[in-house]
């Protein structure tokens, strides 16, 4: 990037539509585009900014501005691409044979996972959906959404004796208060747990007791039909 013949071919390709990559940064515009995760503790006051402030910060252009982050950054910059319209969610989560995951892995906010960033579903993804979908916007039923965060996936994924409480079945259970369930991690400050969930029992053992971490650690890695190829 630093090659200027390289830097005015990258620039050229940001800025012009094409149907041979998938581009973010044209779908989105600079101003959707926001920063989130920097190495260089140099560039971590901007966490939290769109690309269209840097930009204008530093008397830029937003594409001139995305490479000079990243060659200063010396890595790639995570950052967060605003494409979804709200009505438009909202109707998916309408849809019956729609079921609901968080693409994000289950992380600790301590230790090392401090060091990068994370987007906020992997804390407040499901207590988002319980809280402002079901109980404040009413798009969907209570029974409906659990329905659909654990038969509906455990059904089209095919993983035995799961998704739903049966004898015989592991025991995986989630006892919260629906009237009190509520994300709280943000896109600045991702690293917030949800509240309303009591306790959490993950194949018969409890992990969570009054809001509180037993340090129990029973879970397995689960497979479908697709692990057998």
Do not use: C
Request: hydrophobic fraction near 40%; aromatic fraction near 8%; avoid cysteine.
């Amino acid at each position: 990037l630093q090659d200027s013949a390289i830097r005015k071919r990258v620039i050229k390709e940001m800025t012009e539509p094409t149907d041979e990559w998938e581009n973010l940064f044209l779908h989105a515009g600079p101003e959707n585009v926001l920063l989130v995760g920097f190495k260089s503790d140099s560039l971590k006051y901007l966490t939290g900014k769109s690309l269209a402030e840097v930009a204008s910060m530093r008397n830029s252009t937003p594409p001139e501005t995305a490479i000079d982050l990243v060659i200063q950054d010396g890595s790639r910059v995570e950052s967060v691409y605003f494409l979804m319209l709200e009505d438009n969610l909202k109707k998916q989560i309408a849809l019956p044979w729609v079921s609901f995951d968080s693409d994000a892995a289950s992380q600790a906010p301590e230790g090392n996972f401090l060091k990068s960033s994370v987007h906020p579903r992997a804390y407040g993804n499901f207590a988002r959906l319980l809280g402002k979908y079901v109980r404040e916007e009413k798009v969907i039923s209570l029974e409906e959404a659990i329905r659909r965060l654990t038969t509906l996936p455990a059904n089209n994924l095919k993983v035995k004796r799961r998704g739903s409480l049966t004898p015989g079945y592991f025991a995986d259970v989630v006892v919260f208060d629906p009237a009190t369930i509520k994300d709280h991690a943000t896109f600045e400050n991702p690293q917030q747990y949800a509240t309303g969930v009591q306790h959490v029992f993950v194949n018969g053992e409890q992990v969570l007791k009054d809001g509180e971490h037993t340090g129990a650690k029973p879970g397995r890695v689960v497979r479908g039909p697709g692990a057998e190829f």
